[in-house]
């Protein structure tokens, strides 16, 4: 089949009749590829983050195979290849310290390499968001598909999803849990490959890519171990090779309109906030920016709508069987501009679909599971270029909170003393970890959601306020303060906090203040930052062109904008 008039990306590496023609096609012809198809028809790489250390993708080597059949029987040839792959509970000192380097890695193999078109496969929190800053900087045609929920455990007698792990963690911590308690809690845990089971990061940037049009409309929250996935990752293949025959990039469809409509759902779904660093990273790479007015503007006309865990009660196969993100379109179709574009090419308009009267998770406008301000993006003497707070996560009781700030100096220091029976503190203090953003972590580790001291589980408190410039799960709850900017290591006010200040969090007024007067906090001397350690390799390259949360924490010179 001939395909005329597509750009091939491969050139005279695939095409040509030279030298290098040769020994590419010939080379390829001896790994079992049939190369005299090659120069006719689109080559589409499948960029796979497979890997033992990361079970999260553990479904992806099977899902490889569908995608390459789809792209057989859609006309194109399939070359799969590995990207390095991040799994949460696998990376030091922290995934996302290296989200920008799986970035890099999937930005210069799609570049690089003789392919048209790419199909992304990622999931666990970093994978995909890494995957789409790449595919985004690359620019040639791509689609990617998630690799779906892991199945419910079960505990004590009840379906178990990821976010009911916490309170277990801090059962444990007050010797509530024994020891044969935790060993069945471990095998427990072991259900199955596929990301979190609950609107944290990495479901959460599934549904944006969806949003996006990065993947097909319905693929986010299918689980990892459903029969339909076969399916939809054909489809994906033979998208793949429309996308090529249509010439159509990220840079295209990913627009203004795109990156709203994504964060309104991430609003509507009461989503991670680690999905709005991202967004945001994603933004920069197209010279696009999402500004703390823009985010105010879009959580406050959005209400909460999807009563999914671990902002609402039920769980994602509740939200697919009311129709997943397409029915969220269609339910938010008088907030989102259905003219972008979804992953199968057409305008979101065509595969939104009304919400079914039997719904059960998903909510309409009219009725929603929760008001507008999912997410608050918070300013003030504190967090002058803003902090983020899932308010649909936190403790209405302590929106409006003023209290005596307990200070942690890095994650050692918190780990150290929080159960110290010596430490001053109260249900109404502040806990406060500074130390912990891109520069400090490094890499923003999710220790924000900072536990809150055993002496006061025991007396029954179960949420404090929590400020730091670390990140938290996006399975996790509480009133938490996170992304705080500039973080304390790029001499933010944090660092200044001293143990008794009084901190005043207002979510309704979107402020975080340090109550402290401005000429003392003159006088108080600013920490060092980690630009003076010593750094070689990576961190050498990370610490030097690291951006704050505000700005996705991409790298500068990886931006839109940079010249
Ligand atoms: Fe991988 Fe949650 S740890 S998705």
Known sequence: M???????????????????????????????????????RPVIGIANTWSELNPCNGGLRDIAAHV??????????????????????????????????????????????????????????????????????ADKPAIGLAAGPRPLSRWAGADMSIDDLWPLLDKRRTGELNDTSWAELEACLSCGVGTCNVMGTAITMAVVAEVLGMSLPGSALLPADSPARATIAEATGAHAVAHV????????????????????????????????????????????????????????????????????????????????????????????????LAGNGRPWRHSARPMSESSNCLTSLDDPKGAPGTLA????????????????????GLYRHVGPAVVFDGVEDLRARIDDPDLLIEADSVLVLRGAGPLGGPGMPEVGHLPIPTRLLDKGVTDMVRISDARMSGTATGTVVLHVS???EAGGPLALVRDGDLIALDVDGLRLDLLVDERELRQRSRRPTSLRKKARGYDHLYRHHVLQADQGCDFDFLRGDHD
């Open 2 to 40: 001939s395909q005329e008039g597509i750009q091939r990306a491969g050139g005279e590496l695939m095409t040509g009749d030279g030298a290098d023609a040769l020994i590419t096609r010939g080379l390829l012809r001896g790994a079992g590829v049939p190369s005299e198809l090659i120069g006719d």
């Open 68 to 137: 390459k059949r789809g792209v057989i029987a859609a006309g194109g040839i399939p070359l799969e290849f590995p990207t390095i792959s991040l799994g949460e509970a696998f990376t030091r000192p922290s995934s996302m310290y290296l989200r920008n380097l799986l970035a890099m890695d999937t930005e210069e193999m799609i570049s690089s390499s003789p392919i048209d078109g790419v199909v992304l496969l990622g999931g666990c929190d970093k994978t995909l968001p890494a995957q789409i800053m790449g595919a985004v900087s």
């Open 245 to 340: 025959e249509s010439g159509i990039t990220p840079t295209q469809f990913i627009t203004t309109a795109a990156l709203e409509n994504a964060f309104r759902v991430i609003c509507a779904v009461g989503g991670s906030t680690n999905a709005v660093l991202h967004l945001q990273a994603i933004a920069g790479r197209l010279g696009l920016g999402i500004d703390i007015e823009d985010m105010r503007r879009l959580s406050a006309e959005t209400p909460f709508l999807a009563d999914v865990k671990p902002s609402g009660r039920m769980f994602l196969h509740d939200l697919q069987a009311d129709g997943g993100v397409p029915a969220l379109m269609g339910v938010m179709a008088p907030l989102q501009d259905l003219s972008a």
């Open 377 to 396: 993006v918070l300013t003030g003497s504190l967090a002058p270029r803003g902090a983020l707070l899932k308010a649909s996560a936190a403790t209405p």
């Open 486 to 488: 500039p973080e304390s």
